[in-house]
């Protein structure tokens, strides 16, 4: 899951003037005619629902650092090669091993209930025998950022807001910033455990939805876990009867040292500029409860399936075409900040990128951050995408994805490739994370939205504005 | 959940006269008025809500025999009091005593994946270290009928064949029959094991479906689980690959004793004929993953609430109104059995009856199985049931439902209230069936049912033609 690029470019930087002028960028007659034939040709292709079927059935789950994490970039270089790409290669990453090994929960006063849960990246375990404690409730962050400490210590803090479904997803903002600052407040507080409300739009699942916790170091962990929805209203319907509420946790999982995996990249070398990259991909760990379909195996599939397709026109494009299955994006982006921080110095010879990590949901926005003088180069490839039932939207700025974003950050021009977000957080890390999620359809027209736009940025006359710190102001920070 | 009656009447029995003669059955104008106010007042009482809500939130899940039956019953007794019903108290039902533990499984060869998937009813367990071996595996029940027992010797049998959603919940059909008598086939044909695509119409969720085997004798039993459908996706894709496909199951679960728990009763007791009953209920157990609110806190609450609107009425009904909430329905009717045994003698008592164990789903048909001289009567029921959007299709028997239908088999007239039972397959028998899959205002159609219907039939002038084994042509055996 990719963060929101919130920030809006100052309208000036945005306007885009019908005509290329000669220091414009533009993409030429001929690639233009062949980024509509791949279009075409992609939404006919299946290829990415064949990968994302490979990856999900022959590896499945994935977590960063587990032993599926090797299986995973085993089954990706074999991939890439079998794909035919020109060039195979890992790149390493190394971050905290984070195992979990079990997890349970119950409420055990007033009313004696178990309750369906998942452990949080980064949690602590609890103490042998679990945790029990009181629950000290909060309807939103904000009530507990306000609460007085006194209230929490000791205790188990619950949040419990809930997230509605959005074509964009936005209500995100509302569950991560509850999963992860959550912890870390009510730590500092005091707390002697957290549980929030899962950040999913699954209101009727019995199924809790993982993920990372800001904790960056043992100390200041407690163990933390979400409740499935119906486990959360439970929760809340005991709270109701005015009496203390008491839960038990039972959490074995944490951080046992530290793991080195690795970034897998294949590239489609190119012809003219081989040094040259225009740079897609998705992240090849997933959260363990699923197999990882919609996040992130369809960004994987997507990418690899795009490039492909480039891969199989008579001739190579003029620019390489690298895809990138990045690691352990899921605990913290950690292979993409160890692939921008390799790659900083080279920043400008990555032409224009985005990953894909969204679901497989169709793309139904394009925006970009890219240099005035490759606004035009924008608009064409937005006629291209069009048909795809793609709108641009001139006043966003492209954030590069999650992963990618660490590049945009260092100045690469970036696109996104916004993808309905309907249901995917109905999904997202939790068991439910499955193959059968993906609408083949809706997969392929992501594949030919990617190889069109990839082909026609490789085929360009003109770069798209990336060079160092170049998109700063679009609150591509470091 | 009840048990589908199947067999239509002749229609010679179902043909009803527009108008009575002096020997039919009549509800008095009186107590038709009566009814439809009964009806109108329960589209806007929350009894039956309070009372799930308490019964799911306080109690939770209650397997038959686990401490929770004995909590259930004393709230329903606690319940029933509460309510003001005139006369409470409780009949022994004694059955095998199946306990589950634990439960886990994956598949082993040739990819390693996880299983989500839950143990049946009188499954025994695995041998200490799970059970490993290769699935045979048969898209349907009738293939596994008709399979070489020289091919499923030894090995884990597998039967894929898919539900779908229907109003009448009819794929439950080939659902029950692949969980019932799916395990007894593949036993008697030497399988080690036995694993079902889960009886539920849930397609997407990683969610298994419970529910019991038709094991009768702990030798015939083979350890027995179903699988969610995604996992049953998953296994069959792998076992696409042509390949061996190897399966650990762990269950540790089994009949360990017996155990004598309670049908629990409430009665409004009759004004003129306190030993004439129209008898109502649902059952009191549940299934152990969820909370058992559709299934069948629904059905005990649509009656206590319906009788509660009875009770309120400025002076008692004609006959006893009498509320069964039904023990271990779940694996094999004991409760109904044990009552149906006790009260066979009297069965020319018990006026008319049907209990709920549809879920919370509107009514949309009622069904009977009457005496000709009675089937004005229902007529005039049809009527004032018509305004709640309940079909009455004369051409169908009543059943009794599932827990009555031991009374009507003994020779009760009987109804039938269908509800719609669309979405029941999606949670039932799962983590799932929590109270957030009611909506008040459908629990509450059903009460304006069963407390119009109740009472008219309380009120009638005549009867409906209950005696000794009077509907054993309409199927309603012992």
């Not at 005991?238 to 944490?254: A, I, R």
Request: proline share 5%; glycine share 10%; hydrophobic share 40%.
């Amino acid at each position: 899951m990719r963060r929101p690029t919130l920030t809006l470019l100052a309208a000036s930087l945005l306007l885009a003037t019908g005509l290329a002028s000669a220091a414009d960028t533009v993409i030429p007659d001929a690639a233009v005619k062949t980024a509509e034939q791949l279009r075409d040709k992609a939404l006919d292709d299946g290829t990415a629902m064949t990968v994302l079927t490979s990856l999900t059935t022959e590896v499945g789950p994935r977590l960063a650092g587990s032993d599926a994490d090797q299986r995973a970039r085993d089954w990706a270089v074999a991939k890439f090669k079998a794909l035919g790409f020109d060039k195979v290669y890992t790149e390493p990453a190394t971050y905290p091993l984070w195992v979990r090994r079990h997890e349970s929960g119950a409420i055990v006063a007033p009313f004696p209930q178990h309750l369906v849960l998942t452990a949080l990246g980064y949690s602590p375990g609890t103490p042998k025998g679990g945790l029990t404690a009181q629950v000290v409730s909060f309807d939103s962050l904000d009530a507990l950022k306000a609460a007085d400490p006194a209230t929490i210590k000791g205790k188990i803090v619950y949040v419990g807001a809930r997230m509605q479904r959005h074509q964009d997803g936005h209500d995100y903002g509302i569950g991560s910033a509850m999963r992860v600052a959550g912890p870390v407040i009510a730590s500092k507080k005091g707390a002697a455990g957290y549980l929030l409300r899962s950040a999913g739009t699954d209101a009727h699942e019995r199924i809790a939805h993982t993920g990372v916790t800001g904790f960056t170091n043992a100390a200041e962990g407690i163990p933390a876990a979400a409740l499935s929805n119906p486990d959360a209203d439970q929760l809340e319907r005991e709270l109701g009867y005015g009496k203390p509420v008491t839960v038990k946790l039972d959490l074995d999982c944490g951080i046992v040292g530290e793991y080195t995996g690795a970034n897998v990249i294949g590239e489609i070398t190119g012809r003219k500029h081989p040094d040259q990259v225009v740079a897609i991909g998705g992240h090849l760990d997933s959260w363990d409860p699923g197999t990882g379909a919609i996040d992130d195996g369809a960004g994987i599939a997507i990418s690899m399936a795009a490039a492909k397709l480039i891969h199989d026109l008579p001739r190579r494009p003029d620019r390489t075409i690298r895809v990138i299955a990045f690691a352990n994006e899921e605990m913290g982006l950690w292979g993409a900040r160890a692939y921008a921080d390799k790659h900083a110095k080279e920043v400008s010879k990555f032409l224009l990128g985005t990953d894909s990590d969204l679901g497989a949901g169709k793309v139904y926005r394009m925006n970009a951050s890219v240099a005035p003088s490759a606004r035009h180069a924008i608009e064409q490839i937005a006629d291209v995408l069009k048909p795809l039932g793609v709108a641009y939207d001139a006043k966003r700025p492209g954030g590069g994805g999650s992963d990618l974003g660490s590049m945009h950050a260092k100045g690469m021009a970036a696109l996104t490739l916004d993808q309905d977000a309907t249901h995917y957080f109905d999904w997202h890390h939790t068991p439910n994370d499955t193959l059968d999620k993906v609408d083949p359809k809706e997969l392929a027209q992501n594949v030919a939205a990617y190889a069109a736009w990839t082909y026609m940025a490789a085929q360009a006359d003109g770069d798209f504005g990336s060079a160092p710190g170049a998109f700063a102001s679009d609150g591509a920070e470091e």
